[in-house]
């Protein structure tokens, strides 16, 4: 037989384990044989249901967590194995095995349910006290835990929770992916944005390099006058000599007398040219750089910034907005016949706007410093609206032709471009990113052009649009005014309906603002207002005008300019100019 303590600890696994040796039908210490060496037993727990060796035994009784409960001694202990009240399945039996993170040669046994945390006897003993915490022990709380309904609870939230940050992965590989998508679209604008700088400053060089060619003209003009008359002036002067000098050798003496007067009268003649020949303003040039677009790109300390967006925002509260009154610019010219009638404006530079008299059947510059139309471009036919398609192309609606007219600018000069022909009778035309969109209003729809014409998709329902009129876009936004519904639409580039803003009672002319939001001229109630980019809500801006028909927001100035319909010249004829602030 082997000595007692010295035989290797078993696993206990049932009451009713063969036991095949001397050994095996002692009784013996239960909770020693699970931690250390086997000790024979000297009593028995009821509550524990374990045998308890001497030591075990004496301290169950002084432990505060068991000196309450029922022990029995050796005689009256049971004289087998019982299993623990915490095995109510058949299989291996639960051994406590978790070492206690404060006291390392501690296992954990004991749970606090006010503290929430596993305990072992020393945490017990030094900072659990029964008496101020509610303390179980274990194997006595987690008899009736297995497939119980704290089992089934905790599982399902486990479960639950899980799944919740498995959809945020998701969630979050989506909105990173929408992310990386806008700022594709982003690249785009930075390239674009930087050709249209190079396309300025390709212009500015032309402009100074046709002055200098003028001057360079103007001098070869001068040099091919100067060698002409020098060339006469030296032809004759050596006949004169060749003749002087034939009557000098022939002695002819009264013929010499008159050609020498003659010579002298020439020579005084062709000096008196020559002074006036060198009278001629003839100059050295340098060239001088303008301070203004130097010291903005010393200045300039980024290309443009990347501005984050909320497609899913929340309704936008549109900010008070104190305006004043800035004066009018006459728009009405000697060429035109009629009153003007200002349909559509689009603003090329701070400086410089771009209007489309309908009645007058022109495009006019006009020049915001000088408050004065620039130039005039006639058409063909009536021009309804027009959009800028980059900082020296334009593109204007002809509805009676069914025509999109491009327009150049070079040297501040209007140039007619190519024409396309559309499908219908259109009405509104708004580009962005080389995408032209135009709005027509029988049939009611909505068509995405590329820019050579071709149709990329078009958008109809009455349950949409009932008569399309002005249309304006953004890299997120298309938005339609409706005459007839009275509405401004806001569509994604996809064509799904994504907003509506309703109240107005005839809303036409439309812009963009640099926060997003929409300027909306009301020609009915004689308003414009400023509606949030979400279509959610709306305040008027300025009221009290006289049928406003089209309007143009400049964000760097913050100057709103509109036109208006009141079939008078004392309104028709002048563009009106309103800082808002």
Request: glycine residues 4%; hydrophobic residues 35%; aromatic residues 6%.
């Amino acid at each position: 037989m082997a000595v007692s303590g010295k035989k290797a600890s078993k696993q206990f696994s049932s009451s009713t384990t063969s036991m095949t040796s001397d050994e095996d039908l002692q009784v013996y210490c239960q909770p020693c044989d699970e931690e250390g060496p086997r000790l024979p037993a000297h009593g028995y727990c009821t509550d524990c249901k374990e045998h308890l060796c001497h030591t075990c035994f004496t301290a169950h009784k002084i432990n505060r967590l068991s000196k309450h409960h029922t022990l029995q001694d050796a005689t009256n202990m049971p004289k087998i194995l019982q299993q623990p009240s915490t095995s109510t399945h058949t299989g291996q039996f639960d051994v406590l095995t978790t070492l206690c993170v404060k006291h390392p040669q501690e296992m954990i046994k004991f749970y606090c349910n006010d503290h929430t945390e596993f305990l072992c006897s020393v945490c017990v003993t030094l900072e659990h006290q029964v008496a101020s915490c509610k303390v179980n022990y274990i194997p006595d709380s987690s008899g009736d835990i297995i497939d119980s309904k704290e089992y089934q609870v905790i599982l399902n939230a486990v479960n639950t929770t899980s799944d919740k940050f498995q959809q945020m992965v998701e969630d979050v590989k989506n909105m990173i992916y929408k992310s990386n998508s806008s700022l594709k679209h982003a690249f785009v604008d930075i390239k674009k944005f930087r050709q249209e700088i190079n396309q300025r400053l390709d212009e500015l060089e032309r402009q100074a390099e046709d002055a200098a060619k003028v001057i360079e003209q103007d001098n070869k003009k001068h040099l091919k006058a100067v060698e002409e008359i020098c060339e006469v002036i030296t032809k004759s002067l050596k006949i004169s000599a060749d003749k002087i000098k034939q009557l000098n050798t022939s002695q002819q003496a009264n013929k010499l007398f008159m050609e020498l007067k003659l010579a002298e009268k020439t020579i005084q003649s062709v000096e008196g040219k020559a002074k006036q020949l060198l009278s001629y303003d003839i100059k050295e040039h340098n060239f001088q750089s303008n301070d203004v677009i130097l010291n903005v790109f010393k200045k300039t300390k980024s290309l443009g910034t990347l501005k984050t967006f909320n497609k899913e925002c929340q309704p936008i509260q549109i900010k008070s907005r104190q305006s004043s009154h800035e004066g009018e610019i006459c728009v009405k010219t000697s060429k035109d016949e009629h009153n003007s009638h200002i349909t559509g404006m689009t603003l090329l530079t701070p400086d410089l706007l771009i209007i489309t008299d309908c009645d007058n059947y022109a495009v006019k510059m006009v020049d915001i410093s000088s408050q004065s139309v620039s130039d005039q471009l006639q058409l063909d036919a009536k021009p309804l609206d027009i959009t800028r398609v980059s900082s020296t192309e334009l593109a204007v609606i002809l509805p009676n032709i069914q025509t999109i007219k491009f327009i150049s600018i070079s040297s501040n000069k209007l140039i007619k471009k190519h024409a396309v022909k559309v499908d219908g009778k259109c009405h509104g035309i708004s580009c962005y990113q080389e995408k032209l969109v135009v709005s027509y209003l029988n049939p009611a729809k909505l068509q995405i052009l590329d820019m050579n014409g071709t149709i990329l998709k078009t958008i109809a329902g009455h349950n949409i649009f009932s008569s399309p009129c002005d249309v304006i876009s953004n890299r997120s936004s298309i938005y339609v005014t409706d005459c007839v519904m009275k509405t401004i639409t806001r569509l994604n580039w996809q064509g799904d309906v994504i907003g509506s803003y309703s109240g107005m009672s005839d809303p036409c002319g439309m812009s963009l603002s640099d926060d997003g939001t929409v300027f909306v001229c009301d020609w009915e109630r004689n308003v414009i207002e400023e509606i949030s980019g979400d279509c959610s809500t709306g305040k008027v801006v300025l009221q009290d005008l006289k049928e406003p028909v089209a309007v143009c927001w400049c964000g760097e100035t913050k100057k709103l300019y509109y036109s208006c319909l009141a079939m008078n010249k004392k309104h028709d004829n002048f563009l009106f100019i309103y800082k808002l602030s």
